[in-house]
């Protein structure tokens, strides 16, 4: 069954700001919200759906991929250690906690242990070139990254002992103060709002229950993707501490400048060069597209900069629709080193111009200097 739009769960516009995203959320969530509604699976349904849209619609990042890609943006293959091509950034992934804190803590109860640490989300830049972004294709990357120590498998304390429940905040991560009618809630200053205090760290990941590692992750690159788009690999960033939810990956595409065509969006553009005689007398010449090479008309007195187009022959986009076209701009190119008989013909040529009374042979000319004899004729006056 297709997703719901997000938009459309929380009731808001495509336009809406930070601040009508948190107060949409609060709204509905406090009204689907299990604890308010015990053994009601379709509210149960209901919240999750509108914590999804939530968590999405509040990163900038995420907004941004959602708004470009729609659901498929966080499907691997459709649209979402080396210090050039890698970089981290920790999420900004919305947290129940994050909105209500202290006030569903007194609505609900209290007592909430904060969610622990997602892992941070990876970057990875990966160039690619022209033909490869025209056609899709499949690479392996390798990325740094965190993982759980295989000795703790992620408690960071020593194999046969465990953490013990914080003193300070008794395992919930956070503490309660009163002020007036509210309860002010906070992360615990004792454990960091983990809720647990590990007194016999692991020897081998010190207590952090992740070591540095490396992995290697196979990564299909969607046909017509273009300098700029972003692929998301769900979970496959940074793991979480202590066992929280990893991050994810995101990889940036740049492509290489190609020695023959220029992209912009769907269309692809190049020059061909062609010699004066067939551009005076017309011809047929063979132009290179991704495709193979194709043949081109040439009509009689065509001109340098004139564009041919070959419709079809462009990119189809990683967003769907048409495919564009190629386009290519003819360039008159002079001859050189030229030889004695050639010379001579090229002269003989220009003798049966007739210099500039010659003008039906060269139009151009004739009005361009036409209009410069004007221009200093009228200066003179």
């Known amino acids: 069954m297709a997703k719901s739009d997000y938009y459309d769960i929380l009731g808001i516009t495509r336009n809406a700001e930070e601040r009508d995203i948190k107060k949409a959320y609060k709204r509905l969530a406090i009204k689907f919200h299990p604890d308010r509604n ?8 209901k919240f999750k759906e509108i914590k999804e849209a939530y968590e999405i619609l509040i990163d900038a990042q995420k907004r941004a991929a959602y708004d470009q890609y729609g659901h498929a943006a966080f499907e691997q293959g459709n649209m979402g250690s080396s210090s ?18 202290d006030v569903f803590g007194d609505i609900f109860g ?19 070139s022209l033909e490869e972004a025209v056609r899709g294709v499949t690479r392996e990357i390798r990325i740094p990254t965190l993982e759980e120590c295989d000795i703790c498998h992620g408690s960071g304390t020593k194999p046969g002992t465990s953490a013990m429940n914080c003193p300070t905040c008794h395992g919930q991560g956070q503490v309660q103060m009163r002020q007036g009618f509210f309860a002010v809630q906070q992360t615990c200053p004792t454990c960091q709002g983990q809720g647990k205090i590990i007194n016999d760290p692991c020897n081998h990941c010190v207590g952090h229950g992740r070591l540095e590692k490396s992995k290697i992750l196979s990564v ?10 972003r692929i998301r690999l769900s979970g496959e960033g940074e ?12 990889v940036q595409v740049q492509v290489r400048k190609h020695p023959i065509f220029e992209r912009e969006e769907n269309n692809l553009y190049c020059d061909v060069p062609i010699n004066f005689a067939m551009a005076a007398l017309g011809g047929e010449i063979e132009v290179p597209t991704l495709d193979g090479r194709v043949k081109l008309k040439i009509p009689i007195e065509t001109q340098t900069g004139k564009l041919f187009r070959m419709r079809g022959k462009g990119v189809k986009s990683v967003r769907g629709g048409h495919r564009g076209d190629l ?3 003819v360039v008159v190119e002079t001859p050189v080193k030229l030889n004695d008989r050639q010379k001579q013909l090229l002269k003989e040529l220009e003798n049966s111009f007739g210099g500039l009374s010659g003008h039906h042979n060269s ?9 410069v004899k004007k221009f200093f004729d009228d200066l003179t006056r």
């Open 327 to 329: 386009i290519c701009k």
């Open 220 to 229: 299909k690159i969607p046909a017509g993707v273009d300098t700029g788009d």
């Open 363 to 371: 139009p151009r000319s004739k009005s361009f200097f036409d209009g």
């Open 38 to 45: 015990p053994d009601n699976v379709a509210a149960e349904a």
């Open 84 to 101: 050039s091509n890698f970089s981290k950034n920790t999420t900004s992934g919305a947290d129940f906690s994050d909105i209500f804190g």
């Open 110 to 128: 209290g007592g909430r242990r904060q969610r622990q640490n997602r892992g941070a989300d990876l970057h990875y830049n990966i160039e690619l």
């Open 239 to 250: 793991l979480g501490e202590h066992g929280a939810l990893s991050g994810d990956l995101y």
